[in-house]
């Protein structure tokens, strides 16, 4: 017999229901009468329906006899299937594919001066923060590892209201113009006949927009970068991409670029690392910070600021209206304000992930738009998308969209409804005194700039728009030798799979107003006589100073925090070896995985016995930063017949990652042909205190200077 106990927030089964009426979204259990209920078997709720029925028997439905018709009066039934039968919301049209994480926003260094926000106003004021990152053309089923734009967008519940910084980790965009953006999608998406390629711009459609807009091609140098593959959703940077203002309390404005920047630095995969990703965990990044954030190593990016006034906007050599543009930080210095911490996931993948809604019209009194003709679009089309997507204008009813932060309105009624205004008056004015409701505050409230406006009404771009070319020189000059390797080969490997070939020449003409050496590289690359050059609205300006701060290698960490170790083991490896880099590996706060010939683990040569995280085939070298061989004379005969261990070899060597290694373990190199190129990017583990000598190495997170050994692209 079922026994009734009181309900309890921390039990595991008060957890699964969540009620959305509770104030501030707090998880409650819906039970008959409040009430949870044991079960026979274990501490279980009662299974109940959305009504809270009891329900008796959830395995057969009701039948007239065993053999007989199910009845039309199985509530229990028809609800379940029903409910089931809408489970689906339209995905996203872009950035479908996300995961999120909460946390918290602090601010580190008032800017009493500049704005009112009222979270930048005092040092340690914390708010709660909800950030949803995302690949943007995939559909929600898509791998992580697309080459793809990541969308970071980062929801602060102030105490002033939900302020949504909805960016990307690049910080310019592909157009200038809002009205370009369904076009830009429908491009990059699958090609609509066919529905194919899923998440990919290496096809036709995209090229042929791409290649017929040139204010795309500062975009394009990002794509193509390693930007597009990060490693790690904890190692990429975030942008507001367009110009805001702040405001101060004076109503004086400052103009602003925000940065998120992460504490463990920048890193990338190779091109060939992402695509093996993509079939070996097609949930790589989800993983990942999952993993993360489930350990205590929680991600932290600072918040930095870019501010400048008209002044500086005026002598700018590009519009700072213009999204497709940056400001490099060597004009304006990027100044910290505050920091973003990540340490809780969801409890519910869809209440939470799904169903946020960001807005960028969602802003807070003391921070304002520009007059990006993009931002200005982007503020009517989110919460158009979000009305559809969740199906009603009470969207911000839903825990994880409602402020938290007291709020009070007239707006009342249609789908969904969860808070009403209470009392008589629903309206104002009215004269209901003390009853009647909210009142407007002008001290407090929300004013905009008083930016004057003048001109003729009319469809144009401004002039100073026009340059395509310039930054995306300066993006590419700023790129280490690597770097720029690998934008050529991106682009080849991207136009190899247009088929159309006058598409990819009208690329290439755009490549050479960039930067010569990349156009022609490209070109022969495809096996393509050099076009004439494209014409250019606008000459580029060619002496644009390079920018460290564009390069992802000129910004690695310096230390291998972090990142994750594949340690491949057979049975009889040595103890102490393991001992020794494992301890290594903690001091660094490096995490790492024992691969094995068997998921039952090995026996170490002190006969300790070792679970493994992965059988070898399933933990091929590319789900890891930087690999070791610690076997066994034994082992390592029995793995050298072995193709899953010769290609966990070949692809760390191939992805110029730092192999540590045990001496029976060059019976592995010799199979796996890498015998003979051992280079400064193998270290040898020949005693416990070479773990840390290995780490050491590892800090540089590549071993780059084996790239020319392996790719026949690759500069000499
Ligand atoms: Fe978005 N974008 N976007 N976008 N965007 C959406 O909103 C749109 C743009 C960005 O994790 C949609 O809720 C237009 C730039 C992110 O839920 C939609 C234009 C930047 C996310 C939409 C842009 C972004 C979106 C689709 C051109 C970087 C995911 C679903 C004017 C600064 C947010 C949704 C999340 C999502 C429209 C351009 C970032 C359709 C019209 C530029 C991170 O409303």
């Not at 105490?159 to 369904?182: C, L, S």
């Not at 190779?270 to 993360?292: C, Q, S, T, Y």
């Not at 996931?345 to 799904?354: K, S």
Request: with cysteine; hydrophobic share 40%.
């Amino acid at each position: 017999m079922a026994k009734t106990r009181a309900p309890s927030r921390t039990t595991k089964a008060a957890a699964f229901v969540q009620d959305s009426t509770k104030k501030g979204g707090v998880a409650e259990t819906f039970g008959a009468g409040g009430e949870l209920h044991q079960m026979s078997g274990g501490d279980v709720a009662t299974l109940t329906t959305q009504q809270g029925i009891p329900v008796a028997d959830d395995q057969n439905s009701l039948k007239q006899g065993p053999r007989g018709p199910t009845l039309l009066e199985d509530f229990h039934f028809r609800e379940k299937i029903f409910h089931f039968d809408h489970e689906r919301i339209p995905e996203r049209v872009v950035h479908a594919r996300g995961y999120a994480a909460h946390g918290f926003f602090e601010c580190t260094a008032p800017l009493t001066d500049v704005t009112r926000a009222d979270l930048l106003q005092r040092k340690g004021e914390r708010v709660p923060a909800f950030v949803r990152f995302s690949t943007v053309a995939g559909s929600k089923g898509s791998p992580d590892l697309a080459r793809d734009v990541r969308g970071f967008a980062v929801k602060l519940y102030t105490k002033e209201g939900n302020w949504d910084i909805v960016g990307n980790n690049i910080p310019v965009f592909f157009i200038q113009d809002a009205i370009k953006f369904p076009d830009l999608i429908h491009a990059a998406k699958p090609e609509p006949d066919r529905d194919f390629p899923q998440a990919q711009t290496a096809h036709d459609n995209f090229w042929d927009f791409i290649s017929l807009t040139p204010e795309s091609m500062h975009m394009v140098m990002w794509i193509m970068s390693d930007r597009t593959i990060p490693r790690s959703l904890r190692f990429m940077e975030g942008f507001g991409v367009h110009t805001f203002r702040l405001v101060n309390a004076k109503g004086k404005s400052t103009f602003v670029k925000f940065h998120w920047k992460p504490k463990l630095g920048l890193q990338s995969v190779a091109w060939n690392e992402a695509v093996k990703i993509n079939g070996a965990d097609p949930d790589f990044h989800r993983r990942d910070l999952w993993n993360a954030i489930q350990s205590g190593n929680f991600p932290e990016w600072e918040l930095g600021v870019q501010l400048f006034d008209d002044a500086f906007a005026e002598k700018f050599d590009f519009d700072v209206l213009d999204p497709t543009k940056l400001i490099p930080e060597e004009l304006v210095p990027v100044k910290i304000v505050g920091r973003l911490v990540l340490d809780r996931m969801p409890d519910n993948f869809f209440a939470e992930t799904e169903q946020v809604a960001f807005c960028t019209q969602n802003i807070v009194p003391g921070v304002d738009f520009s007059n990006d003709p993009l931002l200005q679009g982007r503020n009517f089309s989110y919460l158009d998308t979000q009305i559809k997507r969740l199906g009603g204008p009470n969207f911000t009813h839903i825990p994880i969209n409602a402020p938290k932060c007291p709020y009070a309105h007239f707006q009342q009624d249609g789908h969904m409804a969860m808070k009403n205004p209470v009392g008589r008056a629903n309206y104002e004015p009215n004269s209901w005194g003390a009853e009647g409701g909210p009142r407007e505050n002008p001290a407090r409230g929300f004013t905009s700039f008083a930016e004057e406006a003048d001109g003729p009404k009319a469809r144009v771009r401004s002039e100073t728009f026009s340059d395509h070319y310039s930054q995306a020189r300066q993006f590419f000059i700023s790129q280490t030798g690597i770097e720029q390797t690998h934008i050529a080969n991106a682009l080849v490997f991207e136009l190899s799979k247009v088929e159309r070939e006058g598409i990819r020449g009208r690329l290439v003409s755009h490549l050479r107003n960039i930067d010569a050496d990349l156009a022609a590289t490209v070109a022969d690359g495809l096996g393509l006589p050099l076009p004439a050059a494209a014409k250019a609205a606008r000459a580029p300006i060619t002496d644009l100073p390079a920018s460290d701060a564009l390069s992802i290698v000129n910004n690695g960490p310096d230390s291998f925090k972090g990142r994750k170790i594949g340690i491949l083991m057979t049975d009889g490896a040595d103890a102490e070896l393991f001992a020794g880099l494992t301890a290594a590996c903690d001091k660094e706060g490096t995490d790492y995985e024992v691969i094995a010939p068997k998921i039952g683990g090995v026996v170490l040569s002190d006969k300790q016995k070792l679970p493994a995280k992965q059988k070898i085939d399933g933990g091929p070298s590319v789900l890891y930063d930087a690999v070791v061989l610690l076997v066994s004379e034994k082992g390592a005969a029995l793995l050298a017949k072995d193709a899953p261990t010769k290609d966990f070899i070949n692809d760390a060597f191939a992805h110029c990652k730092f192999i540590g290694y045990s001496a029976a373990a060059k019976v592995l190199f010799q199979a796996a042909g890498v015998r003979d190129k051992t280079d400064d990017g193998f270290v040898a583990l020949k005693d416990d205190r070479d773990g840390a000598k290995f780490i050491k190495a590892c800090r540089a997170l590549r071993f780059w200077d084996r790239e020319s050994a392996v790719d026949a692209d690759a500069k000499q």
